[in-house]
Nanobody, 120 residues
Framework: QVQLVESGGGLVQAGGSLRLSCAAS????????MGWYCQAPGKQRELVAA???????NYADSVKGRFTIFRDNAKNTVYLQMNSLNPEDTAVYYCYADIRGRDYYTRGYWGQGTQVTVSS
């Protein structure tokens, strides 16, 4: 069974940095797009950043220049480097991946979420 396991969230002061990691495990034939979403209390889940298997990236306007998404295909892992954090970045961050499994069908998978809290 395919799983996404996240790590790296926590509490940080404004201006600080965090790096999130998300590792896919299970029987995986290939991974297409991987990404990070965030959901703040009372708000909808929204895209933060995404990266294709070829390395093309896409960012929300609010994080451009501060966050960097990258992946290690050999480890089936995607990372989100978050710099210059501000209190508005406080949210639960979810990893997402389009994964082709043993049956060769591609499905979307979500991680369990990791809390990021930025204090002012």
């Amino acid at each position: 069974q395919v799983q996404l396991v996240e790590s790296g969230g926590g509490l940080v002061q404004a201006g600080g940095s965090l790096r999130l990691s998300c590792a896919a495990s299970g029987i995986i034939f290939s991974i297409n797009t991987m990404g990070w979403y965030c959901q703040a209390p009372g708000k909808q889940r929204e895209l933060v950043a995404a990266i294709t298997s070829g390395g093309s990236t896409n960012y929300a306007d609010s994080v451009k220049g501060r966050f960097t998404i990258f992946r290690d295909n050999a480890k089936n892992t995607v990372y989100l480097q978050m710099n210059s954090l501000n209190p508005e970045d406080t949210a639960v961050y979810y990893c997402y991946a389009d994964i082709r499994g043993r049956d060769y069908y591609t499905r979307g998978y979500w991680g369990q979420g990791t809390q990021v809290t930025v204090s002012s």
